[in-house]
């Protein structure tokens, strides 16, 4: 199957700086990736869907001016969490669909977001 | 509203069968996928059902009657690493992935 990576595994930061996440498709091409955002024994919530040259759509509630996305290449898409606060820390993973009719989204490793 | 429900929590023992059943509301259909977390990683696929039926695949198979917006996830042969949490996810008619809260599955020898 297609491989999707993400950077940093793990990042520990202090309360009210930035902190940027790195979402990557490794062998195929994704115009479309999706990040989530998942709290301790809690499902997956979708933060936003990241468009390759355009805007990202943002779910409701997610604050697109805190939560920074861009897809500038067909490849990559960043996450930026501006001005973090304990309340940010969670698991973030990205996803990419398949390009085939399955629908199957190839997720990234995640990663861990400390705040303190 | 969107609705995916499945229990949080199930025990099995090392060797049975396990069974994880997933109901859902939503706003259209374009399918059902399950899959597989282990803590602190992100999740695996498992699954995609868009017809009905069951749909065999070593050890597990999932099964979807659409019609009464059900699934099921089962498991056969027991392992210790199957201890994780198996993940409900439907695709609606804007083709967006709406997520269940997730099973945990422990697994006890």
């Known amino acids: 199957g297609a491989v999707v990576s993400q950077h940093p595994s793990w990042v520990i930061c202090k309360s009210g700086t930035s902190v940027k996440i790195e979402c990557r498709s490794l062998?195929?091409?994704?115009?479309?990736m999706f990040w989530y955002r998942q709290f301790p024994k809690q499902s997956l919530m979708l933060m936003a869907t990241?468009?390759?040259?355009?805007?990202?759509?943002?779910e409701q509630g997610v604050e697109k001016d805190k939560f920074l996305i861009n897809h500038a290449s067909l490849t990559l898409s960043t996450l930026t969490v501006t001005s973090a606060h304990p309340e940010d820390s969670s698991f973030y993973i990205c996803?990419?669909?398949?390009?085939?009719?399955?629908?199957?989204?190839?997720f990234g490793p995640g990663t861990r977001l400390t705040v303190t | 509203g969107q609705n995916i429900d499945q229990p949080t929590e199930m025990t099995a023992t090392e060797g049975a069968i396990v069974q994880i059943n997933c109901t859902y509301q939503?706003?259209?259909?374009?399918?059902l996928f399950w899959y597989q977390q282990h803590a602190g990683e992100a999740p695996t696929f498992l699954s995609y059902?868009?017809l009905d039926g069951l749909e065999e695949k070593g050890r597990f198979s999932s099964f979807l009657s659409r019609s009464k917006g059900y699934s099921y996830l089962l498991l056969k042969e027991l392992q210790m690493k199957d201890s994780a949490s198996y993940l409900c996810?439907?695709?609606?008619?804007?083709?967006?992935?709406?997520w269940g809260a997730g099973t945990k599955l422990i697994i006890k020898p």
């Open positions: 996803s990419a669909p398949s390009m085939d009719s399955s629908y199957e989204q190839y």
């Open positions: 062998d195929f091409q994704a115009t479309t």
């Open positions: 990241s468009n390759e040259g355009s805007k990202a759509t943002y």
């Open positions: 939503t706003s259209g259909f374009n399918g």
């Open positions: 059902n868009v």
């Open positions: 996810a439907v695709l609606d008619s804007n083709y967006q992935l709406i």
